[in-house]
């Protein structure tokens, strides 16, 4: 499934508010074979320089703020459709009568009035500078069609049709080739999104970014290719389109994979600790302790989070597992089950100290 504020000064008052309130073209390579994660110790302290060195103060500022945030609590979040803006979130509000930390949005593929409406993008970025202005921590990634297809896709035909579709091997490979037709369509994609996010930059936002999420899933067209050549290559190919051509230095970059997932499989989409600022992975299940921990080991220092799941973890999940850093409860499955978290001291929401500052 599926950004503090202008200028700085207002950042570190929104900050202020949380604590108040390059592989050839070729067949994708097989995936290698992985010894089983170590029960990595978690990290007394993290690595908090942000792998884009020309990151914006307020990209900085955010970025330290999760690394603060790691291990003394974790931040409540909660994802909303792009053209319902702000549903789910407020849905939180009238269960809890608290707001969640993050807000978190996508950028769409249908046309129409859709819930993935792209034809309103303009709409959610509105919302995420009100979310922001209003002390939310805002989250951004994008179901988006595949590059062989034109936007916006159909409702009810594009997901199956495009977002789930498969590329052919020749087709990945003349998408990661350089000046290729597919390439080019595909940089035209990610150019697009870059208008979007740059006006966030412009209005001094710091977004967490997390493109190509759950590419480990083959249930994604970007996702499922292991190796070098694969989608942690398309990965490094975002990171270079967004930060060298469109200079958006207001990104921190939340890599992302989905569980559960056989062990040691991670590290075989892993683009480089060069492009990740923060280790993620998403389930709807079981959060079990192997996973925090093959996560601890692969992000080495790096701050970790849980990019979705269905409902918040549990008391006891984030006591056996405290160094989470934020959780995301998807769009449409907000119930009275996400009450125990939202009164447990150790979640932070908007507004909450955060335990340490």
């Not at 080019?184 to 997390?210: C, F, N, S």
Request: with cysteine; aromatic share 12%; charged share 20%.
């Amino acid at each position: 499934m599926r950004k503090f504020i202008a200028p700085f000064a207002i950042l570190l008052g929104a900050t202020a508010v949380l604590n108040a309130q390059a592989a050839p073209p070729a067949a994708v390579p097989q995936t290698q074979s992985v010894p089983a994660a170590p029960r990595a110790p978690a990290p007394s302290t993290y690595n908090c320089e942000p792998v884009n060195p020309n990151a914006t103060p307020e990209a900085r500022a955010l970025l330290k703020t999760i690394c603060a945030v790691s291990g003394k609590g974790i931040l409540s979040g909660q994802h909303n459709y792009p053209n319902h803006r702000d549903l789910d979130t407020e849905k939180v509000h009238t269960i809890t009568g608290k707001y969640p930390a993050v807000w978190g949005s996508d950028f769409g593929f249908t046309d129409e009035e859709d819930k993935d409406s792209i034809l309103h993008r303009d709409l959610m970025i509105a919302e995420a500078k009100k979310q922001a202005a209003a002390g939310s921590i805002i989250y951004l990634c994008w179901h988006m069609l595949r590059p062989t297809e034109d936007e916006p896709g159909k409702p009810g035909d594009s997901w199956k049709g495009s977002v789930q579709a498969r590329l052919t091997d020749d087709q990945w490979a003349e998408l990661i080739t350089s000046d290729t037709p597919l390439h080019k369509r595909w940089e035209k994609y990610m150019d697009t999104a870059a208008g979007y996010l740059k006006q966030l930059q412009d209005a001094h936002i710091p977004v967490l970014w997390r493109p190509m999420h759950e590419n480990n899933g083959g249930f994604f067209w970007w996702g499922g290719r292991p190796g070098m050549g694969g989608t942690a290559q398309l990965y490094r190919e975002v990171y270079a389109r967004m930060v060298y051509v469109h200079h958006l230095d207001n990104l921190i970059w939340v890599w992302n994979q989905n569980g559960p997932a056989p062990m040691g499989e991670f590290v075989n989409y892993f683009p480089g600790k060069q492009y990740a600022d923060i280790v993620s992975y998403d389930n709807y299940r079981e959060l079990s302790d192997r996973y925090y921990y093959e996560l601890l080991a692969l992000a080495e220092g790096k701050p970790i989070a849980l990019g979705e799941v269905g409902f918040p973890p549990s008391a006891e999940v984030l006591k056996a597992q405290p160094k989470w850093a934020w959780f995301m409860v998807w769009a449409g499955m907000v119930n009275d089950r996400i009450l125990p978290a939202y009164n447990n001291p150790y979640v932070i929401n908007r507004g909450d100290p955060i335990p340490g500052n």
